[in-house]
C-alpha cells in the first residue's frame, strides 16, 4: 500500500474524447487499483464480497435499491461503491502525532483531495480559542465540554445540528429526539441542497415526498426519461437496471446538457456482452438540452399531450384516472396551452421535431417512469419543474400502477431514511404528537433552520453551536466564503466524523473532532454485535452490519456518541433510556416502530432477507395532500437567462469523486486528467467570447445589486456543451453560488443555473 502524500503532487491538464460508453473492465481495474491502494487485499476481500449483500454491508455511496434476494451479483457493486467502501476500510490513519505536526492554519490551505487521503481519524480532539492545532481530548472531557456548552446557551435554538446521509436510521432517530428533547427544531441535512425542491413539489402534488417506484417497475417500464441525472458516475448500478429494462423492450430517453457516457452505452461488466462485446446502448433519444430548459420540455410535452387528444378524443388521455383521482385539470389544460412554442424551443435549445419525437414515443407506451436528480432540483424554478413532471405522469395515469410513477434518485446512500426518521426542520405535526406520546416530553412545533438559514444564522451570530453528525458541510454549502466565515462565528463547532476534511478546518472558537465507526466497521455494544439499518431511493428498509475491526479501539459509534451526549445534557429531562438505546440498537428500533407509520413490527420484519418496503400512500390510490387528489398545477414559464458575454454554469462531480471528496484529479468519462480546476465551454462560445482553449480564466459570477464573486484560475477546455452553457466541478466553484440564489419554495441552493462570465486569469477587476 502506498503512504499518503504529505505534499500536493500537481499534475499538467490534459485532455482526450470524451467517452462513449461506462463500466466495462476498465471499471474493474481502476476500482481495483485504488481498493488496493488505501488497504491490503484481505481487507479489500472483505469489503468487496460483503457490500450490498443479504446481511451484509450498505454501500456507503448512493441509494440506488438492492436486486432481490437471490437475484444478486457475487460482486454486488460498482466502481465508485468499491471505491467509495474502501476510502473508508484505508489503512492510513490520522492520530494525534498528525495534528502535532500539522495546524488547522496549514491544514486550510491543503486540498480536499489530500485531507480525505491522509486516512481514519482515530481519538476525540479539540482545538482551544486562541489555538491553531488540535490537541487530543478524551471522550468525557470532549462529550461535557459539548453539554456544557449546550446547556449555557439562553436558548436551545442558538443550537444546529446537521446531518448527511452517512447516518444510520437509528443514528438520526436519536440526534431528532435528542435535539428536540434538547427543545430546537434546528435539524437541517443534506436533502435541503439535493432534493428539497423534489420533497416540496411531490408532497404538495401527491401527499408524499418520496418517489413512487420500486425496482421492479423499472424493470418493467415501457419508457424510462433520465432528466438531469448522469448514472454512470453519481449511481452506476442503475445502469444494470435500465439494461434489464432494455432487454424487457423498454425505450429510455435521455435529458442532459451533457452527453455522459453512462447515457449513451452501459458495458456490464458482470456478462460477456459487457466484456468483449459492445454492451447496450441506454438512450434511444439524447435531448441535449439548455440548462434549466426541463420545465419547458415538460411543458411542451404536455400541451403536445392535450392536442393529441384533441385530435382523437378518448384516445390518448386516461380520463378515468383523471377523473376519479385528481384535481385541478381544467385550470392546468387551459394555461398548458397558453405556453407559447417559440418560448419552449427558445429554452430548451431543442427542436420541434426532436420534441415530437419524444411524444411520439409517450403516446405508444403504457407504463412511463420518469427519472430525475439535481439537474432538476437545483433550479431557480426547480418546484415548478418536478410539478410539471406530475401534470405529465398524471395525464395518461402513470401512478399508481406496475411499470409507472415517479423516481426521484437520491445520492446519498440513506439522505432518505435521515428524513423518515425525523430529520426535518419542519416535521409535522402528527409526527411530534407520536413523539410526545412516546416519550412524554413536548416537542417545539417552531419550525426550525434548514440549511440555508442555519447559514444565515451563523453569519448573524444567532447560532452558537454547530454540530455535523458526518458529511462535510463546509465544502456542501453554497457561498463558501459567507459559509466559511459563519461557521467561524461559532462558539462551538462539533464534527462526527470517519475522515478528515474542510469542516474540521474551518471551524468555531472551541472545535471538536469526534471520530466515528464507519459502516464497514463492526459495532459491538454492551449486549454485543449491533446491525444498522438504511433506507434507499426506493423505500426499501434493509439491514448493514460491518465486518472489519475497528481502525482505532478509542471509536465510538454514532449512536454511543448521540447516548452519551444526551446523558450529559438533557440531565434526565423525559422518558428516555439512552442507556438502553446504546446498548441494544433494537431497543431503538422498537421505539421507532411506535412512532413512525410503517415501521410496525420493526425489528423481526426487517432482518428477513432484502428487508422491508414502506408503504406509499400513492400506491394505494390514496393521495395526503390538502385537496386528497393528485393535483395538477399551473407553472409558470421560465428560462435561465445570461446577459451578453456571460453563461450559465452548472457544478457537477467527475467521475472520480463522492460527493464533496475527488479521489484523483481526474474525470476518466469526461476526458479529463490532471486538473479539477476546468470549466467545460462550448467550441462556438469560446471563439465567441475571444478565449481559447487551454486560456486560464477566473469564473465571475454575478448576483443581485452588482455583487460578484470569483473562482480563480480554471483552464477552459471545449467540450459538447449547449450554446450557452458551461459547467465546472464542485465543490471548487461554490464560491460562486449565491447564499440567497435558491429554489422558490423549497430554499435549496440553485447550482445548476449560475450566470458567469469568464475573465483572463490575473487580470485585476475594473
Given at each position: 500500500?502506498?503512504?499518503?502524500?504529505n505534499?500536493?503532487?500537481?499534475?499538467?491538464?490534459?485532455t482526450?474524447?470524451?467517452?462513449?460508453?461506462?463500466?466495462?473492465?476498465?471499471?474493474?481495474?481502476?476500482?481495483?487499483?485504488?481498493?488496493?491502494?488505501?488497504?491490503?487485499?484481505?481487507?479489500?476481500?472483505?469489503?468487496?464480497?460483503?457490500?450490498?449483500?443479504?446481511?451484509?454491508?450498505?454501500?456507503?455511496?448512493?441509494?440506488?435499491?438492492?436486486?432481490?434476494?437471490?437475484?444478486?451479483?457475487?460482486?454486488?457493486?460498482?466502481?465508485?461503491?468499491?471505491?467509495?467502501?474502501n476510502?473508508?476500510?484505508?489503512?492510513?490513519?490520522?492520530?494525534?502525532?498528525?495534528?502535532?505536526?500539522?495546524?488547522?492554519?496549514?491544514?486550510?490551505?491543503?486540498?480536499?483531495?489530500?485531507?480525505?487521503?491522509?486516512?481514519?481519524?482515530?481519538?476525540?480532539?479539540?482545538?482551544?480559542?486562541?489555538?491553531?492545532?488540535?490537541?487530543?481530548?478524551?471522550?468525557?472531557?470532549?462529550?461535557?465540554?459539548?453539554?456544557?456548552?449546550?446547556k449555557?446557551?439562553?436558548?436551545?435554538d442558538?443550537?444546529?445540528?446537521?446531518?448527511s446521509?452517512?447516518?444510520?436510521?437509528?443514528?438520526?432517530?436519536?440526534?431528532?429526539?435528542?435535539?428536540?428533547?434538547?427543545?430546537?427544531?434546528?435539524?437541517?441535512?443534506?436533502?435541503?441542497?439535493?432534493?428539497?425542491?423534489?420533497?416540496?413539489?411531490?408532497?404538495?402534488t401527491?401527499?408524499?415526498?418520496?418517489?413512487?417506484?420500486?425496482?421492479?417497475?423499472?424493470?418493467?417500464?415501457?419508457?424510462?426519461?433520465?432528466?438531469?441525472?448522469?448514472?454512470?458516475?453519481?449511481?452506476?448500478?442503475?445502469?444494470?437496471?435500465?439494461e434489464?429494462?432494455?432487454?424487457?423492450?423498454?425505450?429510455?430517453?435521455?435529458?442532459?446538457?451533457?452527453?455522459e457516457?453512462?447515457?449513451?452505452?452501459?458495458?456490464?461488466?458482470?456478462?460477456?456482452?459487457?466484456?468483449?462485446?459492445?454492451?447496450?446502448?441506454?438512450?434511444?433519444?439524447?435531448?441535449?438540452?439548455?440548462?434549466?430548459?426541463?420545465?419547458?420540455?415538460?411543458?411542451?410535452?404536455?400541451?403536445?399531450?392535450?392536442?393529441?387528444?384533441?385530435?382523437?378524443?378518448?384516445?390518448?388521455?386516461?380520463?378515468?384516472?383523471?377523473?376519479?383521482?385528481?384535481?385541478?385539470?381544467?385550470?392546468?389544460?387551459?394555461?398548458?396551452?397558453?405556453i407559447?412554442?417559440?418560448?419552449?424551443?427558445t429554452?430548451?435549445?431543442?427542436?420541434?421535431?426532436?420534441?415530437?419525437?419524444?411524444?411520439?414515443?409517450?403516446?405508444?407506451?403504457?407504463?412511463v417512469?420518469?427519472?430525475?436528480?439535481?439537474?432538476?432540483?437545483?433550479?431557480?424554478?426547480?418546484?415548478?419543474?418536478?410539478?410539471?413532471?406530475?401534470?405529465?405522469?398524471?395525464?395518461?395515469?402513470?401512478?399508481?400502477?406496475?411499470?409507472?410513477?415517479?423516481?426521484?434518485?437520491?445520492?446519498h446512500?440513506?439522505?432518505?431514511?435521515?428524513?423518515?426518521?425525523?430529520?426535518?426542520?419542519?416535521?409535522?405535526?402528527?409526527?411530534?404528537?407520536?413523539?410526545?406520546?412516546?416519550?412524554?416530553?413536548?416537542?417545539?412545533?417552531?419550525?426550525?433552520?434548514?440549511?440555508?438559514?442555519?447559514?444565515?444564522?451563523?453569519?448573524?451570530?444567532r447560532?452558537?453551536?454547530?454540530?455535523?453528525?458526518?458529511?462535510?458541510?463546509?465544502?456542501?454549502?453554497?457561498?463558501?466564503?459567507?459559509?466559511?466565515?459563519?461557521?467561524?462565528?461559532?462558539?462551538?463547532?462539533?464534527?462526527?466524523?470517519?475522515?478528515?476534511?474542510?469542516?474540521?478546518?474551518?471551524?468555531?472558537?472551541?472545535?471538536?473532532?469526534?471520530?466515528?465507526?464507519?459502516?464497514?466497521?463492526?459495532?459491538?455494544?454492551?449486549?454485543?454485535?449491533?446491525?444498522?439499518t438504511?433506507?434507499?431511493?426506493?423505500?426499501?428498509?434493509?439491514?448493514?452490519?460491518?465486518?472489519?475491526?475497528?481502525?482505532?479501539?478509542?471509536?465510538?459509534?454514532?449512536?454511543?456518541?448521540?447516548?452519551?451526549?444526551?446523558?450529559?445534557?438533557?440531565?434526565?429531562?423525559?422518558?428516555?433510556?439512552?442507556?438502553?438505546?446504546?446498548?441494544?440498537?433494537?431497543?431503538?428500533?422498537?421505539?421507532?416502530?411506535?412512532?413512525i407509520?410503517?415501521?410496525h413490527?420493526?425489528?423481526?420484519?426487517?432482518?428477513?432477507?432484502?428487508?422491508?418496503?414502506?408503504?406509499?400512500?400513492?400506491?394505494e390510490?390514496?393521495?395526503?395532500?390538502?385537496?386528497?387528489?393528485?393535483?395538477?398545477?399551473?407553472?409558470?414559464?421560465?428560462?435561465?437567462?445570461?446577459?451578453?458575454?456571460?453563461?450559465?454554469?452548472?457544478?457537477?462531480?467527475?467521475?472520480?469523486?463522492?460527493n464533496?471528496?475527488?479521489?484523483?484529479d481526474?474525470?476518466?468519462?469526461?476526458?479529463?486528467?490532471?486538473?479539477?480546476?476546468?470549466?467545460?465551454?462550448?467550441?462556438?462560445?469560446?471563439?465567441?467570447?475571444?478565449?481559447?482553449?487551454?486560456q486560464?480564466?477566473?469564473?465571475?459570477?454575478?448576483?443581485?445589486?452588482?455583487?460578484?464573486?470569483?473562482?480563480?484560475?480554471?483552464?477552459?477546455?471545449?467540450?459538447?456543451?449547449?450554446?450557452?452553457?458551461?459547467?465546472?466541478?464542485?465543490?471548487?466553484?461554490?464560491v460562486?453560488?449565491?447564499?440567497?440564489?435558491?429554489?422558490?419554495?423549497?430554499?435549496?441552493?440553485?447550482?445548476?443555473?449560475?450566470?458567469?462570465?469568464?475573465?483572463?486569469?490575473?487580470?485585476?477587476?475594473?
Open positions: 500500500m502506498k503512504k499518503a502524500p505534499e500536493e503532487r500537481k499534475e499538467q491538464l490534459t482526450t474524447a470524451p467517452k462513449q460508453w461506462a463500466a466495462g473492465l476498465p471499471a474493474v481495474t481502476h476500482a481495483l487499483e485504488y481498493s488496493l491502494d488505501e488497504t491490503s487485499p484481505r481487507r479489500v476481500g472483505v469489503t468487496l464480497l460483503n457490500i450490498n449483500q443479504v446481511n451484509g454491508i450498505d454501500c456507503p455511496g448512493c441509494a440506488w435499491a438492492d436486486p432481490s434476494p437471490g437475484h444478486r451479483q457475487l460482486n454486488e457493486y460498482c466502481e465508485n461503491g468499491a471505491k467509495h467502501i476510502d473508508e476500510a484505508t489503512s492510513r490513519r490520522v492520530t494525534a502525532e498528525f495534528f502535532r505536526q500539522h495546524s488547522v492554519s496549514e491544514l486550510d490551505q491543503q486540498s480536499d483531495l489530500w485531507l480525505n487521503q491522509q486516512g481514519r481519524l482515530t481519538e476525540p480532539m479539540v482545538k482551544r480559542p486562541e489555538s491553531d492545532y488540535y490537541e487530543p481530548i478524551s471522550w468525557n472531557n470532549a462529550l461535557d465540554l459539548l453539554a456544557n456548552e449546550l449555557g446557551l439562553d436558548s436551545p442558538e443550537a444546529v445540528f446537521y446531518t446521509g452517512r447516518v444510520s436510521n437509528e443514528g438520526a432517530f436519536l440526534l431528532q429526539l435528542f435535539a428536540r428533547a434538547f427543545g430546537t427544531n434546528n435539524l437541517p441535512d443534506c436533502s435541503n441542497m439535493c432534493h428539497e425542491s423534489s420533497g416540496y413539489a411531490l408532497s404538495e401527491l401527499g408524499t415526498g418520496k418517489g413512487t417506484v420500486s425496482l421492479e417497475d423499472i424493470h418493467h417500464a415501457d419508457l424510462i426519461f433520465l432528466v438531469g441525472q448522469n448514472p454512470g458516475t453519481n449511481h452506476p448500478r442503475q445502469l444494470s437496471a435500465l434489464e429494462a432494455k432487454d424487457n423492450g423498454a425505450h429510455i430517453i435521455a435529458v442532459n446538457p451533457l452527453p457516457a453512462g447515457l449513451l452505452r452501459f458495458k456490464n461488466p458482470q456478462k460477456v456482452r459487457g466484456v468483449i462485446g459492445r454492451g447496450v446502448q441506454i438512450a434511444d433519444q439524447f435531448l441535449q438540452i439548455r440548462s434549466g430548459g426541463d420545465l419547458a420540455l415538460f411543458q411542451g410535452l404536455n400541451r403536445l399531450l392535450l392536442e393529441a387528444e384533441d385530435a382523437r378524443p378518448g384516445m390518448v388521455l386516461d380520463h378515468d384516472f383523471i377523473g376519479a383521482s385528481t384535481s385541478g385539470f381544467d385550470e392546468f389544460a387551459r394555461h398548458a396551452r397558453t407559447s412554442w417559440e418560448d419552449i424551443l429554452a430548451t435549445g431543442l427542436t420541434m421535431e426532436e420534441i415530437e419525437r419524444v411524444r411520439d414515443r409517450v403516446l405508444a407506451s403504457r407504463r417512469i420518469v427519472c430525475w436528480a439535481m439537474g432538476v432540483t437545483q433550479q431557480r424554478h426547480a418546484v415548478a419543474t418536478v410539478r410539471e413532471i406530475v401534470n405529465f405522469l398524471l395525464l395518461r395515469g402513470n401512478l399508481g400502477k406496475p411499470g409507472a410513477g415517479a423516481c426521484p434518485v437520491r445520492g446512500s440513506n439522505v432518505q431514511g435521515d428524513r423518515t426518521m425525523g430529520i426535518w426542520e419542519r416535521m409535522p405535526d402528527t409526527f411530534l404528537d407520536a413523539l410526545q406520546q412516546e416519550f412524554g416530553f413536548e416537542p417545539p412545533r417552531t419550525h426550525g433552520l434548514d440549511a440555508v438559514n442555519a447559514i444565515r444564522a451563523m453569519r448573524d451570530g447560532i452558537k453551536v454547530f454540530l455535523g453528525a458526518a458529511g462535510n458541510f463546509v465544502r456542501a454549502a453554497p457561498d463558501s466564503e459567507v459559509t466559511e466565515d459563519a461557521m467561524r462565528q461559532c462558539r462551538l463547532t462539533v464534527q462526527i466524523s470517519t475522515k478528515l476534511n474542510r469542516s474540521h478546518t474551518v471551524c468555531g472558537q472551541t472545535a471538536l473532532i469526534l471520530p466515528a465507526l464507519g459502516r464497514t466497521e463492526r459495532d459491538i455494544q454492551a449486549t454485543g454485535e449491533q446491525f444498522i438504511v433506507e434507499n431511493s426506493m423505500s426499501e428498509v434493509h439491514t448493514s452490519q460491518g465486518r472489519l475491526e475497528p481502525a482505532s479501539r478509542t471509536l465510538l459509534s454514532e449512536v454511543a456518541i448521540l447516548c452519551r451526549l444526551a446523558r450529559r445534557t438533557l440531565d434526565g429531562k423525559a422518558d428516555i433510556p439512552w442507556d438502553q438505546f446504546e446498548a441494544d440498537y433494537g431497543t431503538i428500533r422498537d421505539r421507532i416502530s411506535s412512532v407509520a410503517g415501521f413490527d420493526f425489528n423481526r420484519r426487517v432482518v428477513r432477507p432484502g428487508g422491508i418496503r414502506l408503504p406509499n400512500p400513492v400506491n390510490g390514496v393521495y395526503p395532500n390538502r385537496v386528497g387528489k393528485a393535483l395538477f398545477t399551473c407553472n409558470d414559464w421560465e428560462m435561465s437567462e445570461a446577459p451578453e458575454g456571460h453563461l450559465v454554469l452548472q457544478t457537477l462531480r467527475s467521475h472520480d469523486q463522492w464533496t471528496i475527488p479521489y484523483t481526474n474525470d476518466r468519462y469526461r476526458g479529463i486528467h490532471g486538473s479539477r480546476r476546468v470549466v467545460l465551454v462550448n467550441p462556438a462560445d469560446i471563439e465567441g467570447l475571444g478565449l481559447a482553449e487551454g486560464r480564466v477566473d469564473l465571475v459570477s454575478v448576483w443581485d445589486g452588482g455583487v460578484e464573486r470569483r473562482a480563480g484560475d480554471f483552464q477552459v477546455v471545449a467540450y459538447p456543451t449547449p450554446a450557452g452553457c458551461a459547467a465546472a466541478y464542485y465543490p471548487e466553484t461554490n460562486l453560488l449565491p447564499l440567497d440564489s435558491v429554489s422558490r419554495g423549497s430554499n435549496q441552493p440553485t447550482a445548476k443555473g449560475i450566470v458567469v462570465r469568464l475573465e483572463p486569469a490575473g487580470v485585476p477587476a475594473g
